[in-house]
C-alpha cells in the first residue's frame, strides 16, 4: 500500500496505471494518478471543521469557502456520504471520521480508493452502511482496493481476492465459491484462529473495583460534559470483563482513570484489595497492572527508539530493567531478545526501530513486554487491532493462558467476535454509562452492535433465550 501511494520506493517492479506504467516518488505524485488511501490509523486533525479537514494541502482546487463546501456537498451527496462540512472532527464517532476520510481522497480526484482494515473500528450495523458506500463507489466507476483480515467482510464486498502471506501472493480467490475456512490456510497455512474460551477460570477473589466513578470535562465554551458516569464494576482473578462500545463512548476515559492519567471527580479504585484512587500511575504499574493501550503508536511505543529501549517503557523501575536504581541496559537487552523470541516478533535485531515492524509485530512486542511482569491485572483496550490472523491467534492465546494462571483482564474492543469469544462477563458502554449486561454465551454480535448504538439496555438475552422468555410469558 505504502509502495501504491508513493510513500515507499520499490526495489524491483512495475506498477501500471489505466494501462501506463509509471513510478511515484511521493503521495503527491499517486494523488496525481487519481490513487486515493484511508490509512488505518486515521490522519485528521481533531481541532479543525470536516470542510478545513478536507481542503487542507488541496487549497489549490477549489479554494476554502462556499466553491470547496459545494464540492464537499456534491461528492457527499453523490456517494451517500452524509457528511456535515461544519461539524469539528472531535465531535465525530469512528464511523463518521472514516467517511470524511474516503470524502477527502474522492475531493483530490481519486479513481483508485487503497481502504487499510476500513473496519477495524466499526459495529456491524457501521460496517454495513460502509459497504452500501463502496457499492456506490464501484458503479460510479471506480476501483477499491479493500484490505482486510476478516474474512466474512472481505467474501461480502469483493469481486476478486488476492490473498498475501510474509510479503508474497500466495493465491487469488473467487468470493463466489471461495468459503472461509479456504481462504483462512491460504492466509495463515492453517485453520482460521478462534477467540473461544473453553473452561471457565472465574474465582471469587475480587481483583480490580471501580466503584460510583464520576469524571466530567469541561469544554472550551465552559460547558461542563460528563464523560464517565457512575460507572461500577468488579473484576475477579481469573476473569476477563469485557467492555463492547462504539468508540468515544468513555472507555478511553475509563482506562486512564484505572491507570491513574486521568483524575475522576468521585469514585473509588481497588487493586487486589488496597484503594488506588489517588496512587500516581507509576505506583499502579508497580502495583501489578499491565496495560495494552488503544493507540499503539501514541501511548505504546516510541518509534525512533530501537526495540530494546521499548521494552524498558512503563518499567523502568522493575527487573530486569534496573538495579540498584539505575537502568541495566545488558539484562533489558537479554530480555528483549527473549520476548522476540517467545513472541515471535519478527525483526532482523532488537537494534532496529519500533517504526520499522508491522503493526502486528509491534503489538506483540508491547503484549510480550507488558506479560513479561506477571501483572495482576490487564488493561487491553484493542489488542489485535489491524494485526495479521496469525498475530491475533498468538495474543488471544496469550490472554487465555494469563487468565488460567488468575490473571483479571479488562478487554475493551470494537471487536464483536474477540469479546464475545474471550469474555466471561460482558458490559455495553453507552455515552459514559455502563448500559447493558450479556452473556457471552448466548448474545450475537448483531444483538451487541445493536446495544452498543444505543438501542438496548438492561440485561440482554441470545435468540434461544428469548423463545424462553416468549414461553414463559405465554
Known amino acids: 500500500m505504502k509502495i ?24 503527491a505524485d499517486a494523488i496525481a494518478r487519481g490513487i486515493g488511501m484511508v490509512h488505518q490509523h486515521f490522519m485528521l486533525a481533531d481541532n479543525l471543521t470536516v470542510l478545513e479537514n478536507v481542503v487542507l494541502g488541496a487549497e489549490k482546487l477549489y479554494g476554502i469557502g462556499a466553491k470547496a463546501r459545494k464540492k464537499i456537498n456534491e461528492i457527499s451527496d453523490a456517494y451517500g456520504l452524509n457528511v456535515r462540512p461544519d461539524v469539528l472532527l472531535e465531535q465525530l464517532g469512528v464511523a463518521d471520521r472514516q467517511r470524511v476520510e474516503i470524502l477527502k481522497v474522492l475531493y483530490r480526484g481519486a479513481r483508485t480508493l ?35 483480515h476478516k474474512l466474512g467482510e472481505v467474501l461480502n464486498v469483493a469481486d476478486e481476492i488476492t490473498v498475501i ?7 487469488t480467490a473467487d468470493p463466489k465459491t471461495t468459503t472461509s475456512k479456504q481462504l483462512a490456510e491460504l492466509m495463515v497455512g492453517s485453520e482460521l484462529p478462534s477467540p473461544e474460551t473453553e473452561d471457565s477460570t472465574v474465582t471469587d477473589v475480587p481483583m480490580l473495583t471501580v466503584d460510583a466513578l464520576r469524571l466530567t470535562q469541561t469544554d472550551l465554551d465552559g460547558i461542563e460534559r460528563i464523560i464517565l458516569d457512575d460507572i461500577g464494576f468488579t473484576i475477579h482473578k481469573g476473569e476477563v470483563l469485557g467492555i463492547a462500545g462504539v468508540e468515544g463512548n468513555g472507555q478511553s476515559e475509563l482506562v486512564e482513570a484505572i491507570m491513574g492519567m486521568r483524575a475522576p471527580d468521585s469514585g473509588v479504585i481497588s487493586l487486589d484489595g488496597d484503594a488506588i484512587s489517588n496512587t500516581p500511575t507509576r505506583k499502579r504499574r508497580e502495583g501489578g497492572i ?3 493501550p488503544e493507540d499503539r503508536h501514541r501511548h505504546g511505543l516510541l518509534l525512533e527508539a530501537p526495540l530494546w529501549e521499548n521494552r524498558i517503557l512503563g518499567h523502568v523501575t522493575e527487573r530486569p530493567n534496573s538495579k540498584g536504581g539505575l537502568i541495566d541496559i545488558k539484562a533489558a537487552r537479554a530480555d528483549t531478545e527473549r520476548i522476540v523470541r517467545e513472541y515471535d516478533v519478527r525483526t532482523p535485531g532488537i537494534d532496529v526501530t519500533s517504526a520499522s515492524l508491522s503493526g502486528g509485530n509491534q503489538q506483540k512486542l508491547i503484549v510480550g513486554r507488558e506479560m513479561s511482569h506477571h501483572p ?43 469479546l464475545i469469544g474471550l469474555s466471561d462477563t460482558l458490559r455495553v458502554m453507552y455515552r459514559g454509562r455502563l448500559v447493558a449486561d450479556a452473556d457471552p454465551a448466548t448474545i450475537t454480535p448483531e444483538e451487541l452492535g445493536s446495544a452498543m448504538t444505543g438501542a438496548a439496555t438492561g440485561h440482554l438475552e441470545g435468540p434461544e433465550d428469548t423463545e424462553h422468555a416468549e414461553d414463559a410469558a405465554e
Not at 473500528?121 to 477499491?144: H, M
Open 290 to 292: 499491565g496495560y495494552i
Open 114 to 148: 487503497i481502504l487499510d482494515e476500513p473496519t477495524a473500528v466499526l459495529v456491524p450495523q457501521e460496517v454495513d452502511a460502509l459497504f452500501d458506500n463502496l457499492r456506490e463507489l464501484k458503479s460510479e466507476g471506480l476501483t477499491v482496493i479493500f484490505i482486510s
Open 376 to 418: 495482576k491485572l490487564l488493561i487491553a483496550a484493542h489488542p489485535t487491532r489491524g494485526v495479521d490472523v496469525g498475530a491475533q491467534a498468538q495474543i488471544w492465546d496469550q490472554i487465555r493462558e494469563a487468565r488460567r494462571e488468575g490473571l483479571a483482564v479488562l478487554l475493551i474492543s470494537a471487536d464483536l467476535d474477540e
Open 165 to 171: 502471506r510474509r510479503g508474497t501472493t500466495v493465491g
Open 4 to 27: 501504491l501511494y508513493g510513500m515507499q520506493k520499490p526495489d524491483e517492479g512495475t506498477i501500471t496505471v489505466d494501462g501506463e506504467q509509471v513510478s511515484f516518488h511521493n503521495p
